[in-house]
């Protein structure tokens, strides 16, 4: 499956940093790119070039807490909590009780009495936390990617998944599977959409459940850490510790898992000594390229770069720069976590499954 255009939300105003700073408040104003499904919010189907205005709706002069998207949905979830979307509905992905496509940003009426604080897109499915460390979800579970195993068509209003027994602080979503950690630390995964690449690249190995389970299932091989975040892609997830380690697992189709196996059956940690020996504080995960932020503010990327999602060029050991027209292989020169320093300081990234 090829990557679709992209959408962006452009977001303006005081971030969650800046607004303890300076009492500001986090603005949804600006949006551009692909809209094909109105993910956009703007009232119309027209792919935007310039970032325009959003007007006239609702939630516009509302603090926001966070802003993503899907394959062709967005989501965003604001200051009281509550969540706002638009795009692509076919599967019920909006979890608005109904499937057709919506054009402007709407309250989902549905999670009334819940307040959301994070909510993840997949490529057709949304996954909700709300305060009380519940999760929900919404959308196509064509392959077990909302994590309740009886619902076998499109999942149009918001369902609780009953296997989360422990309160959960972070979820994630990829292309056809999601992620959840919980408040101890455990990384539960859920969805098969990682399956068909693990069976051919394992060689007839046995897959552990995690890559095949319909409901949540413990990821194993992270038992001696706490994980405190989780991010999720195409074909890939990762995790973050309390102590600022990375772990990773999945494709490596493009090096974005800093490994020379094409597929990690396992979690594998990615050695502290590529991001300088500091600690990592945040993680963001694009369809096939990774985002990771240090303690000390540093942004490193790595992962497949021929769309220019790196935010650097690709630079050989001896310091000259790569071109697609040289002998060398470009990816090489990516797959390795490298400083992007006009990034440095940043609060928030942005990245939709693109």
Known sequence: MCPPKTHLVLQLGGGQREKSRWGGRVRLECLQG??????????????????????????????FKSITGGGGHSAVVTDAG??????????????????????????????????VTEVACGWDFTIILVGTGLVLSCGSNSFGQLGVPQISGPCLIP?????????????????????????????????????SRARRASQGKTLPLFLT????????????????????????SVSLTDEGCLYVWGSNKHGQLVSKEIFL??????????FSHEKVTAV???????????????????GRADYGQLGRRAVAPDGQEACRASEQPLEPLCNIPTSVPCLDGASQFYQDHH
């Open 34 to 63: 692909a809209n094909s499904y109105g993910q956009l919010g703007l009232g119309h189907r027209e792919d935007v070039l310039v970032p325009q205005s959003l007007k006239d709706v609702c939630c516009k002069s509302q603090g």
């Open 82 to 115: 509550e969540l706002f979307v638009c795009g692509h509905n076919k599967e019920g992905q909006l979890g608005l009780n109904h499937s057709e496509d919506v054009l402007h940003f709407t309250l989902c009426t549905a999670l009334s009495g819940f307040c």
């Open 159 to 195: 369902q609780k998944i009953e296997a989360l027994k422990e309160k959960v602080v972070a979820v994630a979503a990829g292309l056809r599977h999601a992620l959840a950690a919980t408040e101890s630390g455990l990384v539960f995964q859920w969805g098969a959409g990682m399956a």
């Open 213 to 236: 389970a319909k409901e949540p299932c413990e990821v194993t091989g992270l038992e001696d850490v706490k994980v405190k975040r989780v991010a999720a892609s195409s074909y890939h």
């Open 265 to 274: 059956l396992v979690p594998k940690k990615i050695e502290t000594l590529f």
């Open 284 to 302: 963001w995960s694009g369809w096939t390229h990774l985002v990771a932020q240090t303690e000390t503010g540093r942004v490193f990327t790595w």
